[in-house]
T-cell receptor
Framework: NAGVMQNPRHLVRRRGQEARLRCSPMKGHSHVYWYRQLPEEGLKFMVYLQKENIIDESGMPKERFSAEFPKEGPSILRIQQVVRGDSAAYFC???????????FGPGTRLTVT | QKEVEQNSGPLSVPEGAIASLNCTYSDRGSQSFFWYRQYSGKSPELIMSIYSNGDKEDGRFTAQLNKASQYVSLLIRDSQPSDSATYLCAVNSRFSSNTGKLIFGQGTTLQVKP
């Protein structure tokens, strides 16, 4: 049973470019979460999605960040016009329900130059 | 006051000893509690979940929950050098129980010395 998959594992973008991070949940999981871990900081919740719906985006920055989980295909976290402060590890997690255990993918390390 | 607090450590224990990791949380209505292990440069790996007061054992790991004291702990018996990592406490609070939002502590760094 494949775990949570994320790609790319490493992404380098210049300031002002767009970053697209992809996440495929574990088989049988319909709940997807994105977290961000800044250098030397803790994991911070960004957004929670189910298929075609954003349930909670209380942790998303108001501008430049968006997320989707279409009916077909992976969940996408999109960062427009990246800045150096966006450099971080972005983790996706999935679960079978909102209260159950969340399993994390390997993460995408974003570096903005 | 932070929502989830952990001592950052490092906590250093000799090989074979019991490591005790502690976590307190501020929302008395919190319902779900998790311990994750994170090796440097890697993603968090779920170790234990606990939902009700008392102890829950899984192999060398025991999670303890005391909702009255708003306290959750993780005991690692027979600690091994491979247990050296950062341990993250995560809480699903009453206000986010319908959304699955986990609030993480800063993590405790554990060092197990051979």
């Amino acid at each position: 049973n494949a775990g949570v998959m994320q790609n790319p594992r490493h992404l380098v973008r210049r300031r002002g470019q767009e970053a697209r991070l992809r996440c495929s949940p574990m088989k049988g999981h319909s709940h997807v979460y994105w977290y961000r871990q800044l250098p030397e900081e803790g994991l911070k919740f960004m957004v929670y999605l189910q298929k075609e719906n954003i349930i909670d985006e209380s942790g998303m920055p108001k501008e430049r960040f968006s997320a989707e989980f279409p009916k077909e295909g992976p969940s996408i976290l999109r960062i427009q016009q990246v800045v150096r402060g966006d450099s971080a590890a972005y983790f996706c997690a999935s679960s079978t329900s909102a209260r159950n255990e969340q399993y994390f993918g390997p993460g995408t390390r974003l570096t903005v130059t | 006051q932070k929502e989830v607090e952990q001592n950052s450590g490092p906590l250093s224990v000799p090989e074979g000893a019991i490591a005790s990791l502690n976590c307190t949380y501020s929302d008395r209505g919190s319902q779900s509690f998790f311990w994750y292990r994170q090796y440097s440069g890697k993603s968090p790996e779920l170790i234990m979940s606990i939902y009700s007061n008392g102890d829950k054992e899984d192999g060398r790991f025991t999670a303890q929950l005391n909702k009255a004291s708003q306290y959750v702990s993780l005991l690692i018996r027979d600690s091994q050098p491979s247990d050296s990592a950062t341990y993250l406490c995560a809480v699903n609070s009453r206000f986010s129980s319908n959304t699955g939002k986990l609030i993480f502590g800063q993590g405790t760094t554990l060092q197990v010395k051979p």
